[in-house]
Nanobody, 132 residues
Framework: QVQLVESGGGSVQPGGSLRLSCVVS???????????LAWFRQTPGKERERVAA???????????DSVGGRFAFSRDIYTENALTLYLQMTNLKPDDAAMYYC???????????????????WGQGTQVTVSS
């Protein structure tokens, strides 16, 4: 498993933007590996839901219908010690308010269909608030 650290959450008005980042590192991290990395979000009393996923190293990107056209990954940045990905969120809506979690697993041929239970590594979360 790798370690994940998210940042970039905050409070914005409807229509605003935020950029979340997820840094993947740790003793299990390898610059030569590809990962399926996903962003999930959760509000109190609801299940954690996936909103976007990416296969690193130039692979495909996937977006939930609720965020398609508003959320976008930047290309991953690999270094010897860590992998960084950004999720640009634009035109934020009150329904986007949640705790956002980054999750990752080594890519083994599947990414789009992976569910919450398939990810072994999770970050601590970053809070996104959208209100006027």
């Amino acid at each position: 498993q790798v370690q994940l650290v998210e940042s970039g959450g905050g409070s914005v008005q409807p229509g605003g933007s935020l950029r979340l980042s997820c840094v993947v590192s740790g003793s299990s991290y390898s610059r030569s590996s590809r990962y399926c990395l996903a962003w999930f979000r959760q509000t109190p009393g609801k299940e954690r839901e996936r909103v976007a996923a990416i296969i690193t190293g130039g692979g495909s990107m996937f977006y939930d219908d609720s965020v398609g056209g508003r959320f976008a990954f930047s290309r991953d940045i690999y270094t010897e010690n860590a992998l960084t990905l950004y999720l640009q969120m634009t035109n934020l809506k009150p329904d986007d308010a949640a705790m956002y979690y980054c999750a990752a697993r080594e890519y083994r041929g599947k990414c789009r269909t992976l569910g919450r239970a398939d990810y072994g590594s999770w970050g601590q979360g970053t809070q996104v608030t959208v209100s006027s």
